[in-house]
């Protein structure tokens, strides 16, 4: 039973870490540092170029390139995003 109950908290602590969205104009650039492919220069470029209106326009602002916007994609958002 104990087991079980280390294994409940483990998988716990590791859903609690990974939210379903990173929001691009609130996030801590820690955090922005944890999304695939994203270097710690890459995230001070998009801490620095808030606010955003939609994530692509890390693309459009020549923040990231298309290839690394892909990876990320599906893990970000913004306020306006969300529906």
């Known amino acids: ?3 079980r109950r ?3 908290g483990v998988l716990a602590a590791a859903l609690s870490q990974s939210p379903r ?6 996030a ?7 999304l695939p492919g994203i270097t710690p220069s890459m995230a001070r470029r998009i801490v620095a170029g808030r ?5 692509h326009e890390l693309v459009e ?3 990231l390139t298309e290839h690394e ?4 994609e599906d893990l970000v958002t913004v306020p306006a995003a969300r529906r």
């Open 61 to 63: 602002r020549n923040i």
């Open 51 to 55: 606010p955003y209106g939609d994530p």
């Open 6 to 8: 280390l294994l409940a």
């Open 1 to 3: 039973m104990p087991r």
């Open 21 to 26: 969205w990173i929001d691009l104009n609130t």
């Open 69 to 72: 916007f892909e990876r990320i």
């Open 28 to 34: 801590a650039a820690s955090a922005v540092e944890r």
